[in-house]
């Protein structure tokens, strides 16, 4: 895959962006495709006292979502992106994938990527253990 790099991601923070735009600028062309704002999981439902437009909508606002999943002929990488990693996206690397398996049955497998810029304290040898790639940007 290869072309312009957008200025703007859906969900991406706008001080995470710079960190994906490097990403891509130096691996883009590695992958077939991306997909943004992946909703996974069931969300939360509410009571049958809502109508199924209501019920839809909250369904769909309360879903987790993956910043950007990015697609290669032999696997599927699942990527959370954030200029200081800390505890909270060791715990969406871990969960994506899970949750992303369960929403939509893929036969390939999946990677969890983490795209930072910095690693907080002490986590490094986390990062590791959970067996995600790192790109630092």
């Given at each position: 895959?290869?072309?312009?790099?957008?200025?703007?991601?859906?969900?991406?923070l706008p001080p995470d962006t710079p960190c994906w735009q490097?990403?891509?600028?130096?691996?883009?062309?590695?992958?077939?495709?991306?997909?943004?704002?992946?909703?996974?999981?069931?969300?939360?439902?509410?009571?049958?006292?809502?109508?199924?437009?209501?019920?839809?909508?909250?369904?769909?606002?309360?879903?987790?979502?993956?910043?950007?999943?990015?697609?290669?002929?032999?696997?599927?990488?699942?990527?959370?992106?954030?200029?200081?990693?800390?505890l909270k996206a060791i715990g969406q690397l871990i969960t994506?994938?899970?949750?992303?398996?369960?929403?939509?049955?893929?036969?390939?497998?999946?990677?969890?990527?983490?795209?930072?810029?910095?690693?907080?304290?002490?986590?490094?040898?986390?990062?590791?253990?959970?067996?995600?790639?790192?790109?630092?940007?």
């Amino acid at each position: 895959m290869t072309g312009n790099i957008p200025s703007k991601f859906p969900h991406l923070l706008p001080p995470d962006t710079p960190c994906w735009q490097r990403f891509l600028s130096a691996h883009q062309s590695e992958y077939l495709s991306f997909d943004y704002d992946v909703r996974v999981g069931f969300g939360r439902p509410v009571g049958d006292e809502f109508d199924d437009a209501m019920k839809k909508m909250a369904v769909d606002l309360s879903q987790r979502r993956i910043d950007a999943v990015g697609f290669k002929a032999d696997h599927i990488e699942i990527f959370e992106v954030t200029r200081l990693a800390g505890l909270k996206a060791i715990g969406q690397l871990i969960t994506y994938p899970i949750l992303y398996r369960m929403t939509y049955h893929p036969t390939l497998p999946l990677i969890p990527h983490l795209i930072t810029e910095k690693i907080d304290t002490d986590l490094d040898i986390v990062y590791r253990t959970i067996q995600a790639l790192i790109s630092i940007t």
